[in-house]
């Protein structure tokens, strides 16, 4: 029996809210939102394309795959109740956060605190990169899929926009495998 579209609307509120309060971070959200997503409201393949089109496009990464999400799973009003749940925690977080540095923001062990998340931000990235990266590939990875790693890594090492190196990497692709 398929659920009802008010139990579908009310499950992406729950996910995006629980992502949203679990992994603040737009990057990092996208694990927890593969696990939370994938099995249940989309398929792995369409969850992988939804990441590449939020990545490709401008904007926020978090609200664009909560609107795919959302739209995929609940058409427009999941939209809404996806973007709703996506939302919620980072406004309120924000007002949290903003009323604490008021307080806190001349104290010396706050530069400390900063330098020390930077390098569990980058693992947390690394990691999203890395699942995106083995989920994408259905065989082994091979010679044309490492060329466009590199020639990607080489782009936004010379600071090609990320929009940019998504759209070479995917005309790439279409190239070397056809």
């Known amino acids: 029996m398929k659920p009802s579209n008010f139990s579908t609307w009310l499950q992406l509120f729950w996910m995006f809210l629980?992502?949203?309060l679990l992994s603040p971070s737009g990057p990092a959200s996208v694990g927890l939102l593969y696990k939370e997503a994938v099995g249940k409201v989309m398929s792995e393949e369409r969850f992988v394309e939804a990441v590449g089109f939020s990545n490709f496009l401008p904007g926020s990464e978090a609200l664009k795959l909560a609107m795919f999400v959302g739209y995929a799973a609940?058409?427009?009003?999941?939209?809404?109740?996806?973007?709703?749940?996506?939302?919620?925690?980072?406004?309120?977080?924000?007002?949290?956060?903003?009323?604490?540095l008021q307080q806190v923001?001349?104290?010396?062990?706050?530069?400390?605190?900063?330098?020390?998340?930077?390098?569990?931000?980058?693992?947390?990235?690394?990691?999203?990169?890395?699942?995106?990266?083995?989920?994408?590939?259905?065989?082994?990875?091979?010679?044309?899929?490492?060329l466009i790693a590199a020639l990607s890594a080489a782009a936004l090492w010379l600071d090609v926009p990320s929009p940019l190196v998504?759209?070479?990497?995917?005309?790439?692709?279409?190239i070397l495998f056809r």
Request: net charge positive; charged share 10%.
């Open 18 to 20: 629980k992502v949203n």
């Open 74 to 100: 609940g058409g427009v009003p999941g939209v809404f109740t996806a973007l709703l749940g996506a939302v919620l925690p980072p406004t309120v977080m924000m007002f949290v956060v903003a009323l604490i």
């Open 105 to 146: 923001q001349h104290e010396d062990w706050l530069g400390g605190f900063v330098k020390g998340m930077s390098p569990a931000v980058a693992a947390l990235i690394l990691m999203v990169s890395w699942e995106l990266f083995r989920v994408g590939q259905t065989k082994s990875i091979g010679k044309r899929t490492l």
């Open 166 to 174: 998504l759209l070479g990497a995917g005309i790439l692709g279409v």
